[in-house]
Nanobody, 122 residues
Framework: QLQASGGGLVQAGGSLRLSCAAS????????MGWFRQAPEKGRDFVAAITWSSGRTYYDNSVKGRFTISKDTAKNTVYLQMNSLKPEDTAVYYC?????????????????WGQGTQVTVSS
């Protein structure tokens, strides 16, 4: 089970920190990722982190603004979002990928959280 939280309404240029806590039989796994989905659009990759090594991956649209991190003891992944833009508005989902391989595609993920809404006003 994944529980995402931390979304909200923020003005452009502001910051939010999303959290995704994992529990139950979702562990062990290869990596965790954040994706976002705007209305009537697909689920797009935002960032991911490998659980053992902590290697991180980012979509170009968020590089330099967003930071993904993990707390192994808490089984939690975070997404620090700075310099937010209106185009960052979406529902943000966290997921777990159990097996080795690319972390950029949602179809390879095995578990998903319920999503948290992020709205950035201009």
């Amino acid at each position: 089970q994944l529980q995402a939280s931390g979304g909200g309404l923020v003005q452009a240029g502001g910051s939010l920190r999303l959290s995704c806590a994992a529990s139950g039989r979702t562990f062990g796994h290869y990596g965790m990722g954040w994706f976002r989905q705007a209305p009537e659009k697909g689920r797009d990759f935002v960032a991911a982190i490998t659980w053992s090594s902590g290697r991180t991956y980012y979509d170009n649209s968020v590089k330099g603004r967003f930071t993904i991190s993990k707390d192994t003891a808490k089984n939690t992944v975070y997404l620090q979002m700075n310099s937010l833009k209106p185009e960052d508005t979406a529902v943000y989902y966290c997921g777990i990928k159990s097996s080795l391989g690319t972390l950029n595609y949602p179809r390879y993920y095995d578990y998903w959280g319920q999503g948290t809404q992020v709205t950035v006003s201009s």
